[in-house]
């Protein structure tokens, strides 16, 4: 009887690429939170957005 070789198939390595904030938008909500908008969206439509959220949980 002959031992087959069995090899364990290689994983697939998960790369995130996050976006480069230097080149986006920074918006303060409060002082201790800031987001993070594409350059040319509306700073006050994302905090309203956000605030929105924030108070729907």
Do not use: G, H, N, W
Request: net charge positive; charged share 35%; glycine share 0%.
């Amino acid at each position: 009887m002959s031992k087959k070789s069995r090899t364990l198939p290689e994983k697939k390595t998960i790369t995130f690429k996050s976006p480069d904030i230097s080149k986006m938008q920074e918006v303060v909500i409060d002082l201790r939170t800031r987001i993070y908008i594409a350059p040319d969206a509306d700073p006050e439509q994302a905090k309203a957005q956000y605030l929105a959220r924030l108070q729907a949980r």
